[in-house]
Structure formats: C-alpha cells, structure tokens
C-alpha cells in the first residue's frame, strides 16, 4: 500500500493477514520437508520399544486424553503397535500441497477387539462455497469383532450413512433410513461420552464438503486475494471490489446448521490437530515424561491392575531392560518401572 | 542408529530430539526470514490507526493481560504508539543467529508518566553452565516523572542492582547495599501484583547468565549432542560416554536456586515469550476481534470513562473514519465504535 495512503480498510488488513497465512502455509511445507530425516529415525528407535506408544497416550494432554475412556485405554495399552502421521497432500506435491491436510494410521497387534491390523484415517483440508474452511473426512469402517463394539455401532452407523449419501448423491441428505437410524442413536452422545473409536466415524464439524466444492471455492478464494491485492495497488483510487469480493456470508448457513447433528465425533477435528500436533512431533518427551512418572508412582496412584504385585521398584529406568522384553503383549518385565495408569 | 541395533538408550532418544530441535531453529529462521515483507506491510499499515496497538493489548489473553494492572492499562491505551520485535541475532547473522533472542520495543507519545520516548527490552536466549537455558535480560531504566513511579521503586531497584553487581563483577552478588533494599521492597511483590512496568527490570527467571558463560556452555553442548551422534553411529559398541557427556546436573544448583528472590517480575520470561509469540503475529486479529467486541459493546460493560457519552453507535465500523482522526490523544472519533475496556 502506498505510504502517501490516507486511510486504511478492514480489506487492506485482511490482505495482509493472507500475506501471513501465505508464510504460515510455506512454513508448514518447509517443517514437513526438513523433519522427516528426524521422524525416520525416530520411527526406527521407537519400534524397538513396545511400550513406547501406549506410554505416550497416557501421558496426553487434556484436551485428547479426555476423549480417551477406559475401555479405549485397555486397547491403546495392550494393543497399539504404533501411529504415524502424513501430511498427504505434501506427500503429493512438496511445493504447492496444502500442509493441512492429514492422515493418521494406526496399527495394532492381532487383538480380540477388532480384526483391523491398521486403521488410517484421512483429513482433508478443505473450502465450503461459503468460505468456512477446515477438516472433513470419510468414515473408517471398524471390523469389530462379535460383541467387541466398543463405539455401540455408531462407527458402524456414521460408516452406513455416508455410504448411503454418496449414493443418492446427496452428503447432506435427511431423507435416508440410515439418517434416522443414526440420528436417534446420537441423542445421547456427542463423541465426549463415547469411545474414542467413534473417532474413526467423524466426517466434519459442520458438513461434509466435496474435493469439487473445495476447488472451486479455493479458486474463488484466490481471485478474491488478488483482488484485495490488486486494490492495494490502486489504493488512492476507489477501487470497487467486484461479485466475488463480498459474498462471505451469502450462503446455505442456515442448511449448514442443521447438519452438524448426525456427526458421531463432533470435536473430531480438534483431535486429528492435537494428534498431528502435538503427540506426534512431542512423543518422545510424553514418552520420557511416562518413564518420569513411572519412577515416582505409587500403588495409591495405581488403578486396578493384575500385574500389579512386582510394583515398587524405584531403580533408574533402563530401556535396554525394557525392550528386551518384546513378548506379543504389552511389555511388563517385573523390573521394568510400574506403568502410570492413572488418568488426570 | 542402525537398523539392527537391537537396544534403545536414553541417549539415542536424546540425539533424536536434538534432531528435532536443530529442526526447530531452523524453521524460526525461516520463518522470520519470509515473514518480513509482511511484517513491515503491517507496520505501515497499521500507523495510520492510532487505537491500532491499545486496542490488540485490550485483547491480549489472560496469559498476558493478568500482569497488566488499571494504570498501565490507561498509560497503554492512552499513550502506547507501536511496538516491535527483532529477533536481534537474526538481524545479525540470519544463518547461524540463534532466533530465540528477541528485542521488544515500546514506542510512547510524550505523555505525564515518564520522559521516555521509546523503551527497548532485550531478551538473550543463553545457556547456562549446568544445562539451563532461557532468556536473560538487563533491567531497563524508566525515566518516571516524579511522582507517577507506577512500579514504586522495583524498577529502578532492580536496575541499581544489576548496576552494582556490575560494578564488583559479581551477578550473583548478595553482600550489597542494593540488594538488601531490593530483597525488602520484594517481600509482598513478583510482577503478578505489580505494574506492567516492572518487567522492564527482568532479569532471569533464575539467574543472571552472561554471554561468556552461555558461549562456553553452549560449545560445550555442542560436543555433547556431536559425541551422541557419534554414539549411534557406532552403536553396537559400548562407547562409553566421555567426561563431557555426563554433567547435566553435577553443578551449582543449590546456589542457583536462592538467587530468584531478587526477581522484581518472575514471569518476565513468559511475558516476553507471549508478546513476541502470540501479540505480535496475531496483533490484527486482536484487533479486528477488538472491533468487534466495540460493535457489540453495551454501556454497563464499559468501566468510567470521560468520553462515552456518544457510545450507543451500533453501526459497523468503518476504520476510514476512525483513522481520520489521528490527533494526539487516543482515537475517540465520536461516531466510531465504542472501544470495550472491559477486562476478562
């Protein structure tokens, strides 16, 4: 803008905010890039440490943790072998993907909850014609095993019900059998109450928004930042902005409302971003953290456990002890520190 | 580490995060390095707004705002002109500067508190020889007009201190005139009860740390973290660790933890951090959101103040107007947006 400018619009500020989210998205890449030597070798180390995963989850902050009930635990814990987190659009493209896009794989052991060794998860980072922007994603079918449902089918139902609307071609769609199905089952829940496995169900926090209405919208998006960037060019003059300057709020809102209550896991995107963002990059100080905890717990601060009895032990923590330990379960060498269980 | 390894030591972890750390300060390089032309677009911008910089500090978060008292709050609204951050290694050496020390400056209008036209605090990410790093900073002088002391003496009795202590070359120094004054005037004050003000007389969060002593501590880290990295490459040996390798905490702790107690603001660090890491990049959506905020305002949320009597004006703001009047006091175009000066 020019320095002789007199005044200054919310537009000339939002053009400015673009310039930022611009640096912020180039950052994103150039982290993506210049740490994955970091996150190979990590991913080498840590498969030597059965317990290396399920001690980082206990150690998650709040805001994941809380969506983590006992039953989910007891799986992490036993069965977890490893996570792993890809940015897939820069996977893609490195130099013109969006960085927030993400998917998150987990893998098991063989286990009697379900029979999927991985389950992978997909957020794309995506534009509503409205400009709402964030994550969606299709529901992953969980194959649990015959009374091992630990989400009481509303994974199976999120799965049912986009299938179906993909079929009729309507993601928004009421009028289907698995809508109602799904609809009277979540009077009750919210995904804050349920099993972080209907997690593997979330679709988005408000719609479902297609690869094509996000192309499209980011298209529309784009000639709109050129415009504002243009009208700083020309700022003495009194550059009116065009259709596609002012149309933020002119939209299907009052549609959208209403379809965020058929979602199974509504803070799903916020777990996706706190998994992406700080479990994943900060697992080995969780890790160490556990290991800390470890050290000073106490059988007050133990829950219930059968493999409890050899607990006490104050020693320092070896790890060489530890992975030597690398039966199918989850490692519980005797001279091994007593896992912190306890939930904050 | 090689692949068939088949132990994991803590120290391999260690190399691990001293990967990703490595990682961090060279994305904060970068960073600061692209954001630039952004930035000084900003600053541009954002001159003509004179409520532009009391208005973002209104809405800094409790992190922040907890340790801005009523006074400063009306020295701040009424005579803060702009603030900047440098990240002053950077500024020298953008390669190999390390991007954690920052330079934060306060531009005031002439105003009734104090002569100073500007005050510039500097921060210097040092390391200790134990281990410890964090910022550490010189107690800036301000020049208060007699009588509108807003610290009562913490600052300047930080300052004499850190003067004395210079002067006998002892940062530690207990024995002095200056410290048994400032110890008296700290009993009942920390920075979270005091003014804003105070923080300009930081120090440490533990003790003072001179560049000498971080430059051999921090080569002496270095050998550390390159005697890790050849560890792993010769990982199937049993390398011992040399002398360097094991003196994390074989040090003067004990002496270190009383030298707090002469802290005139102990959450300086944290201050710092928050100014340069969140008010800084984020000071135009504070301050759209304290548009907002102004636009919904309503008279029994705003705390006395002499120039409200044309509140009421519910329109949407039109920051041309506003801008437009840029005579020397605050901003209070009478058919502008009534500012919200209510405190969370």
Same mark, same amino acid.
């Given at each position: 803008?020019?320095?002789?400018?007199?005044?200054?619009?919310?537009?000339?500020?939002?053009?400015?905010?673009?310039?930022?989210?611009?640096?912020?998205?180039?950052?994103?890449?150039?982290?993506?890039?210049?740490?994955?030597?970091?996150?190979?070798?990590r991913?080498?180390?840590?498969?030597? +440490?059965?317990? @290396?995963?399920?001690?980082?989850?206990?150690?998650?902050?709040?805001?994941?943790?809380?969506? +983590?009930?006992?039953?989910?635990?007891?799986?992490?814990?036993?069965?977890?072998?490893?996570?792993?987190?890809?940015?897939?659009?820069?996977?893609?493209?490195?130099?013109?993907?969006?960085?927030?896009?993400?998917?998150?794989?987990?893998?098991f052991?063989?286990?009697?909850?379900?029979?999927?060794? !991985?389950? !992978?998860?997909?957020?794309?980072?995506?534009?509503?014609?409205?400009?709402?922007?964030?994550?969606? !994603?299709?529901?992953?079918?969980?194959?649990?095993?015959?009374?091992?449902?630990?989400t009481?089918?509303?994974?199976?139902?999120?799965?049912?019900? @986009?299938?179906?609307?993909?079929?009729?071609?309507?993601?928004?769609?009421?009028?289907?059998?698995e809508y109602?199905?799904?609809?009277?089952?979540?009077?009750?829940?919210?995904?804050s109450?349920?099993?972080?496995?209907?997690?593997?169900?979330?679709?988005?926090?408000?719609?479902?928004?297609?690869?094509?209405?996000?192309?499209?919208?980011?298209?529309?998006?784009?000639?709109?930042?050129?415009?504002?960037?243009?009208?700083?060019?020309?700022?003495?003059?009194?550059?009116?902005?065009?259709?596609d300057?002012?149309?933020?709020?002119?939209?299907?809102?009052?549609?959208?409302?209403?379809?965020?209550?058929?979602?199974?896991?509504?803070?799903?995107?916020?777990?996706?971003?706190?998994?992406?963002?700080?479990?994943?990059?900060?697992?080995i100080?969780?890790?160490?953290?556990?290991?800390?905890?470890?050290?000073?717990?106490d059988?007050?601060?133990?829950?219930?456990?059968?493999?409890?009895?050899?607990?006490?032990?104050?020693?320092?923590?070896?790890?060489?002890?530890?992975?030597?330990?690398?039966?199918?379960?989850?490692?519980?060498?005797?001279?091994?520190?007593?896992?912190?269980?306890?939930?904050?």
């Amino acid at each position: 803008m020019a320095d002789d400018n007199p005044t200054i619009s919310y537009e000339d500020l939002a053009s400015i905010e673009d310039d930022f989210e611009e640096v912020d998205t180039e950052i994103m890449r150039k982290q993506y890039e210049i740490s994955q030597p970091a996150y190979e070798k990590r991913a080498q180390a840590v498969a030597k +440490i059965p317990t @290396f995963w399920p001690l980082v989850f206990e150690q998650a902050p709040p805001e994941i943790d809380q969506y +983590i009930q006992p039953a989910d635990s007891q799986i992490i814990n036993e069965h977890l072998e490893s996570i792993e987190v890809n940015r897939i659009e820069l996977d893609e493209d490195s130099s013109s993907g969006n960085p927030r896009s993400i998917r998150i794989t987990f893998d098991f052991k063989p286990n009697e909850y379900f029979s999927d060794k !991985s389950l !992978s998860k997909t957020f794309w980072y995506r534009r509503a014609a409205d400009g709402w922007t964030g994550l969606v !994603s299709e529901p992953v079918k969980v194959h649990w095993k015959k009374g091992k449902d630990t989400t009481e089918g509303l994974n199976d139902g999120a799965h049912a019900l @986009f299938a179906a609307r993909k079929k009729v071609g309507d993601m928004a769609g009421k009028g289907l059998p698995e809508y109602t199905a799904l609809a009277k089952k979540l009077e009750h829940w919210n995904g804050s109450n349920t099993s972080f496995f209907t997690w593997f169900g979330f679709v988005s926090g408000r719609r479902y928004v297609s690869a094509e209405e996000s192309k499209q919208a980011t298209e529309h998006y784009q000639r709109k930042k050129s415009a504002r960037k243009d009208d700083e060019q020309i700022a003495e003059t009194d550059a009116k902005d065009d259709d596609d300057n002012d149309d933020d709020d002119d939209d299907d809102d009052a549609e959208d409302q209403d379809d965020q209550v058929v979602e199974v896991h509504e803070a799903g995107e916020d777990l996706a971003v706190g998994i992406a963002e700080d479990i994943w990059p900060n697992a080995i100080k969780y890790f160490t953290q556990a290991q800390e905890m470890g050290d000073m717990s106490d059988p007050e601060f133990e829950e219930d456990d059968e493999d409890d009895e050899e607990e006490g032990d104050d020693e320092p923590i070896d790890i060489r002890r530890l992975v030597q330990d690398t039966g199918n379960g989850r490692s519980r060498a005797s001279d091994g520190p007593p896992a912190k269980r306890v939930k904050r």
